[in-house]
């Protein structure tokens, strides 16, 4: 019997999976396609969603295939995410892949999952997820927004401040204060009672949108029962694949880079060829490859359930954040002049890099949380360590 090996290693499918997202992307979410996208009312093209869920069949890799999905693992929706990042898609890839779908697959109301998930997988439609948190964690004292019985179903009423993906999301998932506790409600985002405004964001590849709900009509979803453990799940899910196109981001980054230092030429030679640059570029490759490898092993724990998942997703958040946005900056500083411009796309990925940084806690309160988990709750050693006498 074979050992196992020690690293992980892409199955070939994986692979296939990677080549087949890149080639997309290359053809269809190039620079110019994204500047021009995010111009645009909704900020992405329904059309390309539609075809990333029917013909390529990557926004539901992790749903049961009982709801319409691929009966994969987060692994697999990873590799799409990273390359995703790597092309910076314009879409609502973190309201609906990244929240919005684990969200309803760890829900237990069937009948609901049955008839909101497959909409979502085949790229018909598009939701948000719109739940506080702080640190990465649900923040029950942070909701706004009230539930009251009508019947046999709910209106919510309040306000949620920031939500990602929600300025064109046909379905709202949406966290109120209802008489027996906090609960998960599904709406349809064009319901009578609910005004979204956009906000003026610094990446513009990304809407965000002020949530404004009046006796708007909604549908349980999880009650105070399970809200912790679905809401929860969404955010670890969420940080995961933050983690994987942050990944894809400083990745593409890296190329960029050491493709420029190779042929920009500078007193007579490549500005490669100078040991501050290679210097430069070689921390920006151990900085993608630190992040990479703890993006995957946080995927693969929380896929697994092994390996304790909430230090592995803590780690991954923390390293992945701080990774993307050194890269960024050092990409910047390599381009000189050229690359503090508009016509240049590496500011394009500056922004991205520091507004995911701030997304799901960012880089301070994941190293918290791996402190929360690590030193907090770590046994006294019964023999003082030594220290040095001199």
Known sequence: MAEPSPTFVFSAEQQDLRRAVRQFCAEFSDEATVRRLMESPIGYDPKLWSRLGTELGVLGLAVPAEYGGADGGLVDQAVVVEEFGAALLCGPVFGTVALAIPALVAASDHAAKAE???????????????????????????????????????????????????????????????????????????????????????????????LRLEDAPARLLAGPDEIARVVGHAFEVGAVLLAAEQVGGAQHLLDLTVEYAKSRMQFGRPIGSFQAVKHRCADMLVAVEHARSTAYHAAWALQDGTDHPALATAIAQATCSDAYYRVAADTVQVHGGIGFTWEHQAHLYYKRAVTDAALLGGAEAHRDRIATHVLDTAAPSPVAPPVAAG
Do not use: H, K, Y
Request: charged residues 15%; glycine residues 10%; hydrophobic residues 55%.
């Open 116 to 210: 909101l998930l497959p909409p979502l997988v085949e790229g018909a439609r598009t939701a948000a997820l719109a739940a506080p948190e702080r640190g990465g964690r649900f923040e029950p004292a942070a909701v706004a927004v009230r539930a009251q019985a009508a019947g046999e179903s709910w209106t919510l009423t309040g306000e949620v401040a920031q939500v990602v993906d929600a300025a064109a999301a046909d379905l709202l998932l949406v966290t109120a204060a209802g008489p027996d506790g906090f609960a998960l409600f599904a709406m349809e985002g064009a319901a009578t009672g609910v005004a979204r405004t956009p906000l003026s964001t610094l990446d513009l590849t990304r809407q965000q949108a002020a």
